[in-house]
């Protein structure tokens, strides 16, 4: 048992409240927390990592505009004042609901009420291999990765002369078209074109080739075909290079081969799918194709009442039969609407709640300067209006006042100057790469 633990829960003099264990202090842990808040439990969060990040963002930090601490904080600040929470730094391993246990590192946690909140990781379709030579963008140390790749290759361009050799370190693959793959896309435009020129001597910036690769029959396959169209014309505006309809067939470390032609670079990043957490594993119940549980209308998990899961890792269907999408926003819902559920069941009130209905608050994706696309129910916005609008988004979500200010300036900065300031490159330590390619079974949403 976790014995320290025990121990902190007793000084506190809560040892008799009903436990609530939330895995995960991502979007849709996060959002349970704050639910629960005056339910009378003691809540504790497990986290295989120390912060919370606003994922949507990441792109930013991975090409150089925004800093890490703009857009990840700590659980424990998120969580100060709330004395009814406690958090650890701890992964979790196994659940029996038979027992009602979690399993970590440090022994096992007991549990009244479990949210797994595990969120999902990159997905390479059976070729994991790929993930050394292909960082997807799902964490801050990813991000930190993929910053490091790209602006890398910059300075041995930099240092380069064999023109082969030169053209090859400035083409940079992006595989896949959803948003991910299209907002880093664009950024990495952006940062050939306009930040870097005027910082390098001997070679420019421009002549960086970026070359976006999409198995499907268009870009951004989600959003209605008239705003893929204006995606698909705004990039190739910016110099990239967009090819439908062209499946990836090998990933090594500086080549790529999709519909049978080689295609060598200095980077390649991914974007193409994601998977699960292997929490389905955990419970002994039949994952989907991509590992997501299929849960019952109240978000429960069948046969085990006592646990909810949430966010990417659950599967339930709208009205019209269709999944939830795996959004942040969904991820918050379910979260707040797992905990108040909760709350009624502490409370005693036997009556079943209203089955889980996502309420869409809408899609939207940034291309690049003063370009971007926003589907809100009938409301379709692109160009400057869609970017204002995406923005305004974006900095309104950030956790608080600090980060909001940070990230406003910094925007401000970057629209008035094309400067971007968090360009340092960190050398990863042994390893590095491979450990935050694995799965992160507590980290997401």
């Given at each position: 048992?976790?014995?320290?633990?025990?121990?902190?829960?007793?000084?506190?003099?809560?040892?008799?409240?009903?436990?609530?264990?939330?895995?995960?202090?991502?979007?849709?842990?996060?959002?349970?927390?704050?639910?629960?808040?005056?339910?009378?439990?003691?809540?504790?969060?497990?986290?295989?990592?120390?912060?919370?990040?606003?994922?949507?963002?990441?792109?930013?930090?991975?090409?150089?505009?925004?800093?890490?601490?703009?857009?990840?904080?700590?659980?424990?600040?998120?969580?100060?004042?709330?004395?009814?929470?406690?958090?650890?730094?701890?992964?979790?391993?196994?659940?029996?609901?038979?027992?009602?246990?979690?399993?970590?590192?440090?022994?096992?946690?007991?549990?009244?009420?479990?949210?797994?909140?595990?969120?999902?990781?990159?997905?390479?379709?059976?070729?994991?291999?790929?993930a050394e030579h292909a960082p997807g963008l799902k964490s801050?140390?990813?991000?930190?990765?993929?910053?490091?790749?790209?602006?890398?290759?910059?300075?041995?361009?930099?240092?380069?002369?064999?023109?082969?050799?030169?053209?090859?370190?400035?083409?940079?693959?992006?595989?896949?078209?959803?948003?991910?793959?299209?907002?880093?896309?664009?950024?990495?435009?952006?940062?050939?074109?306009?930040?870097?020129?005027?910082?390098?001597?001997?070679?420019?910036?421009?002549?960086?080739?970026?070359?976006?690769?999409?198995?499907?029959?268009?870009?951004?396959?989600?959003?209605?075909?008239?705003?893929?169209?204006?995606?698909l014309e705004v990039l190739s505006k910016m110099g990239v290079?967009?090819?439908?309809?062209?499946?990836?067939?090998?990933?090594?470390?500086?080549?790529?081969?999709?519909?049978?032609?080689a295609i060598e670079a200095g980077a390649i990043f991914w974007?193409?799918?994601?998977?699960?957490?292997?929490?389905?594993?955990?419970?002994?119940?039949?994952?989907?194709?991509?590992?997501?549980?299929?849960?019952?209308?109240?978000?429960?998990?069948?046969?085990?009442?006592?646990?909810?899961?949430?966010?990417?890792?659950?599967?339930?269907?709208?009205?019209?039969?269709?999944?939830?999408?795996?959004?942040?926003?969904?991820?918050?819902?379910?979260?707040?609407?797992?905990?108040?559920?909760?709350?009624?069941?502490?409370?005693?009130?036997?009556?079943?709640?209203?089955?889980?209905?996502?309420?869409?608050?809408?899609?939207?994706?940034?291309?690049?300067?003063?370009?971007?696309?926003?589907?809100?129910?009938?409301?379709?916005?692109?160009?400057?209006?869609?970017?204002?609008?995406?923005?305004?988004?974006?900095?309104?979500?950030?956790?608080?006042?600090?980060?909001?200010?940070?990230?406003?300036?910094?925007?401000?900065?970057?629209?008035?100057?094309?400067?971007?300031?968090?360009?340092?490159?960190?050398?990863?330590?042994?390893?590095?790469?491979?450990?935050?390619?694995?799965?992160?079974?507590?980290?997401?949403?």
């Open positions: 048992m976790l014995r320290n633990e025990e121990r902190l829960l007793e000084r506190d003099d809560i040892a008799s409240r009903p436990r609530i264990v939330i895995i995960g202090g991502g979007f849709a842990g996060i959002a349970a927390a704050q639910a629960l808040e005056g339910s009378g439990a003691r809540i504790l969060i497990l986290d295989g990592q120390n912060h919370h990040c606003f994922q949507p963002l990441l792109y930013q930090v991975a090409t150089g505009a925004l800093a890490t601490t703009d857009i990840a904080w700590p659980i424990r600040y998120v969580m100060r004042n709330r004395e009814d929470v406690t958090v650890l730094m701890l992964e979790a391993q196994e659940v029996d609901p038979s027992r009602k246990h979690v399993k970590t590192r440090d022994g096992e946690i007991p549990y009244d009420f479990l949210i797994i909140a595990t969120g999902s990781t990159h997905s390479y379709f059976g070729h994991d291999a790929w801050v140390e990813d991000a930190i990765v993929i910053r490091g790749r790209l602006l890398r290759a910059f300075e041995q361009a930099e240092a380069c002369v064999d023109p082969a050799q030169y053209q090859k370190l400035l083409t940079f693959i992006i595989i896949g078209g959803g948003p991910t793959g299209v907002e880093l896309a664009g950024a990495i435009a952006e940062v050939a074109r306009r930040t870097l020129p005027a910082e390098f001597r001997r070679a420019d910036p421009r002549d960086a080739r970026i070359i976006l690769l999409e198995a499907g029959p268009r870009i951004l396959p989600s959003y209605p075909e008239r705003l893929s169209t204006y995606a290079e967009v090819r439908t309809h062209t499946a990836v067939e090998t990933v090594s470390p500086s080549k790529v081969i999709a519909a049978q032609k974007a193409a799918g994601v998977k699960a957490s292997p929490a389905a594993h955990w419970l002994g119940v039949a994952g989907d194709r991509s590992g997501r549980i299929s849960v019952a209308p109240d978000l429960t998990v069948p046969m085990c009442p006592d646990v909810y899961v949430v966010g990417d890792l659950a599967r339930v269907n709208e009205a019209d039969g269709a999944p939830v999408p795996q959004l942040a926003a969904s991820a918050k819902q379910m979260g707040r609407y797992t905990g108040r559920s909760i709350k009624r069941r502490l409370r005693g009130e036997q009556a079943p709640p209203e089955p889980f209905r996502y309420k869409d608050e809408g899609s939207l994706a940034t291309i690049g300067r003063n370009s971007a696309i926003v589907k809100l129910g009938r409301l379709e916005l692109t160009g400057v209006v869609g970017w204002l609008f995406w923005s305004v988004v974006h900095v309104y979500f950030l956790i608080n006042l600090r980060s909001r200010l940070l990230v406003a300036m910094s925007w401000v900065a970057a629209y008035l100057t094309y400067h971007r300031g968090a360009r340092i490159i960190l050398d990863q330590p042994q390893g590095a790469t491979k450990e935050s390619k694995k799965d992160p079974p507590t980290t997401k949403r």
